[in-house]
């Protein structure tokens, strides 16, 4: 016989709110619906390892998908009607995207955004020298990292360059079975002695991170700097560039390696840009939930339905600045373009109306428990790896200075539709209050009146080139922003 539960043991059920993992609230059945997700995820993110190349798978299944140019729309003057779907690319970089309720705009929007900028090492506008023996490209980092972690590991070479006659070329060596990779050299510990004795963040300085771009000299006894030659030869080769195409290139350098499962177990994914890649992947997928599951499909836009809404954005990492990132008018320009096509009569009161009344979700990551490190985190509120999803009601750096601060009546709604769906949720502060912090998009979505709560897959080793994620916060980040999409 099941001995009798006491009042206090029946009292902390009620009132105490326990957070078990996630793999242990799931059915079976449901382990193969996971794992085929993440598999996709994985695949996904290593096509899309810079945010040129993001943005252009996730417009690939788009257009596939049936959603339309809203500025081709708009110069045909075309109106927009439930169901429809369109999307804006904006600069190759940044995109938003849309499938149209049956709501007015004007009763608001669902919103769900991240950012497809990961830390990485950038070329810098001349970078080719030569020294040693060596040619090497001259860099400047992107975004905080630590910069002994660049060291030593394969890199590969991705971005755009244009040549003379101002064709884009497409440049991505590194990634190809057989390619060559790069490299940023260290110091050998025979030699290290100084090193060893500097601060962490200065054992590589910025100026150090350097990458070896090759070592065989051009065949010419006559020639100066052979080997940087012979290294633009083999670009105007192959791309029919310039050393002075470089002043208008974007070229960035990023882990060489693959998306990986890590443990015996499988569980996690370790990869290079997690950070947001896995909360804009899981966003996508969300709103093409709101779409018809098979090409030319119509949606089903049940009654009450808002307009569903996914940013994808560039520049988070270094502050959100410029035209494609969140403080651009990207996102503010869309509203209203969609405002103009649906509402008859429109005006600035409409566009004003339809941002104070949308709700979003800043689906960005967030710190997860290291126990490695566990002396910088608050144990009772951080985020732990298979968990499911990390509410985060505030960012900021001590004092949440820099940050977002989600009201209370949006986080308890927010809540409601999670729990509703059966979507496993965590608590998701970014450290102890003087260790640190960190802040979002959520801010510049607010500054517009937008209601917004930071909410994301919790990630070891943030920021370094090889991150690690739960299969099962993936999952969950996937559901969740699908419910939200669908229901606030």
């Keep these: ?24 609230t799931i059915e079976e059945n449901d382990r193969e619906a996971i794992s085929e997700f993440a598999e996709q995820y994985k695949k996904f993110i290593d096509k899309g390892k810079t945010e040129r190349e993001f943005n252009a798978e996730c417009l690939s299944i788009l257009k596939e998908k049936g959603f339309i140019d809203i500025e081709t ?66 860099t400047h980092y992107y975004g905080g990292i630590k910069h002994y972690q660049w060291t030593t590991i394969p890199l590969a070479m991705h971005g755009v360059m244009f040549n003379k006659n101002g064709e884009k070329q497409t440049v991505r060596i590194g990634e190809g079975e057989g390619d060559p990779v790069f490299v940023i050299t260290d110091l050998l510990p ?35 700097e052979k080997v940087k030659l012979a290294i633009l030869n083999l670009l105007n080769q192959k791309y029919g560039v310039t050393e002075e195409n470089f002043a208008s290139a974007e070229i960035e350098f990023v882990p060489a390696h693959k998306a990986r499962d890590v443990g015996l177990d499988r569980g996690l994914i370790g990869a290079y840009g997690h950070d947001d890649r896995c909360c804009a992947y899981t966003a996508f997928r969300a709103i093409l ?38 403080q651009s008018r990207l996102f503010e320009n869309f509203i209203a373009y969609l405002c103009s096509q649906t509402i008859e009569n429109y005006s600035d009161i409409d566009l004003r109306l339809a941002l104070n009344r949308s709700a979003m979700l800043s689906a960005d990551v967030n710190a997860a428990y ?17 968990k499911g999803l990390a509410l985060s009601k505030y960012t900021g750096v001590r004092g ?25 949720w965590q608590f998701g502060d970014l450290g102890k209050v003087d260790k640190g912090g960190g802040g979002t998009i959520a801010q510049h979505a607010a500054n517009l ?14 920021h370094s080139p090889f991150e690690v994620i739960s299969k099962i916060d993936l999952w969950t980040a996937y559901r969740g922003y699908t419910a939200f999409l669908k229901e606030a």
């Excluded at 098979?294 to 600045?321: F, Q, R, W």
């Design 190 to 224: 025979h030699l290290a002695q100084d090193q060893m004795q500097k601060k962490a963040n200065e054992f590589v300085r910025g100026e150090e991170l350097d990458v070896i771009a090759g070592s065989e000299p051009f065949k010419d006894e006559k020639a100066q």
């Design 400 to 424: 949440k200075v820099g940050g977002s601060d989600a009201n209370a009546e949006f986080l308890q709604k927010a809540q409601a539709i999670l729990d509703k769906h059966d979507v496993r």
């Design 449 to 462: 009146g937008v209601d917004v709560l930071d909410c994301g897959i919790p990630v070891l080793s943030m």
């Design 370 to 386: 290291d126990p490695n490190f566990g002396d910088v985190f608050d144990k009772k509120t951080a985020s732990y790896c298979g």
């Design 289 to 326: 939930e709101c779409c018809g599951k098979n090409e030319g499909d119509t949606p089903e836009k049940p009654a009450g339905a808002k307009t569903a809404v996914c940013l994808l954005t560039d520049k988070e990492e270094i502050g959100s600045m410029g035209n494609t990132g969140a």
């Design 73 to 138: 729309a708009l110069l045909e003057g075309r109106r927009l009607k439930a169901g429809d779907k369109v999307y804006q690319n904006n600069r190759g970089k940044s995109l938003v995207f849309a499938v149209i309720g049956n709501v007015s705009m004007k009763e608001g929007v669902n919103i769900v955004g991240a950012h497809i900028d990961s830390p990485r090492i950038d070329l810098k506008t001349n970078p080719l020298y030569e020294d040693g023996g060596f040619a090497i490209f001259d």
């Design 1 to 24: 016989m099941e001995e009798q539960k006491t009042e206090g043991q029946r009292l902390a059920e009620t009132l105490t709110f326990e957070i078990k993992s996630c793999w242990e």
